[in-house]
């Protein structure tokens, strides 16, 4: 079992920052590629970002690249989503998840282990 507990999120408004991040407990965290998928209110869940298990290669949802940054401390055993450029859409509440795969790292299923999730808002 891996647990996960994600924070830093809050209210800002568009253009601000935010930091997110998720702690991993249990089992080895450098076993996992790392998800961050997020859900608005009447929306489906949707992929932001990954990362592989050492780092060393990351994926993005187009509507985020460039403004997003993922990343991950395994010493630490956190993965982190650093957000700029906020825009209202962003609103959502964050997810971080965990998974051995790394072929289809866009879809949920993928994933085998989820936090609880943390509410992120941008007003405009």
């Known amino acids: 079992q891996v647990q996960l507990v994600e924070s830093g999120g809050g209210l800002v408004q568009a253009g601000g920052s935010l930091r997110l991040s998720c702690a991993a407990s249990?089992?080895?965290?450098?076993?996992?590629?790392m998800g961050w998928f997020r859900q608005a209110p009447g929306k489906e869940r949707e992929f932001v970002a990954f990362?592989?298990?050492?780092?060393?290669?990351?994926r993005y949802a187009d509507s985020v690249k460039g403004r997003f940054t993922i990343s991950r401390d395994n010493a630490k055993n956190t993965v982190y989503l650093q957000m700029n450029s906020l825009k209202p859409e962003d609103t959502a509440v964050y997810y971080c998840?965990?998974?051995?795969?790394?072929?289809?790292?866009?879809?949920?299923?993928?994933?085998?282990?989820w936090g609880q999730g943390t509410q992120v808002t941008v007003s405009s």
């Open positions: 998840a965990a998974s051995v795969r790394s072929g289809t790292y866009y879809i949920g299923a993928s994933y085998d282990y």
């Open positions: 249990g089992r080895t965290f450098s076993n996992y590629n």
């Open positions: 990362i592989t298990r050492g780092g060393s290669s990351t």
